[in-house]
């Protein structure tokens, strides 16, 4: 079993800056592939950016550039670093793992089997 806790959402002001940070606990075996999804109020759950264990790294084209995931795998931790931050990154950030072998596109989250319970981002303009 895996246990994912976010944190470092918060409100800020477009153009600036936020981490967010999601906790694993559990086994860190079963953390082959992670991902950060977020959902806005009244839209789908989408794909933001994921990581393989060995740093392979995809963004969805709305936030490359801007947001960096990495990963620690000692300290069993995905980071998202986000900057230049706009009114429209505003949702509900959550951390999704897949425990073993990514099977389909990265940001299809029907393959994910753990998630976290969200941390809330607001950009104000």
């Known amino acids: 079993q895996v246990q994912l806790v976010e944190s470092g959402g918060g409100s800020v002001q477009a153009g600036g800056s936020l981490r967010l940070s999601c906790v694993v606990s559990g086994n860190s075996y079963d953390t082959d592939y992670m991902a950060w999804f977020r959902q806005a109020l009244g839209k789908e759950r989408e794909g933001v950016a994921g990581a393989s264990r060995y740093g392979n790294t995809m963004y969805a084209a709305s936030v490359e550039g801007r947001f960096t995931i990495s990963r620690d795998n000692a300290k069993k931790i995905l980071f998202l670093q986000m900057n230049s931050l706009k009114p429209e990154d505003t949702a509900m950030y959550y951390c999704?793992?897949?425990?073993?072998?990514?099977?389909?596109?990265?940001?299809?989250?029907?393959?994910?089997?753990?998630w976290g319970k969200g941390t809330q981002v607001t950009v104000s303009s």
């Open positions: 999704a793992v897949v425990s073993w072998g990514l099977r389909r596109t990265w940001y299809d989250e029907s393959q994910y089997d753990y």
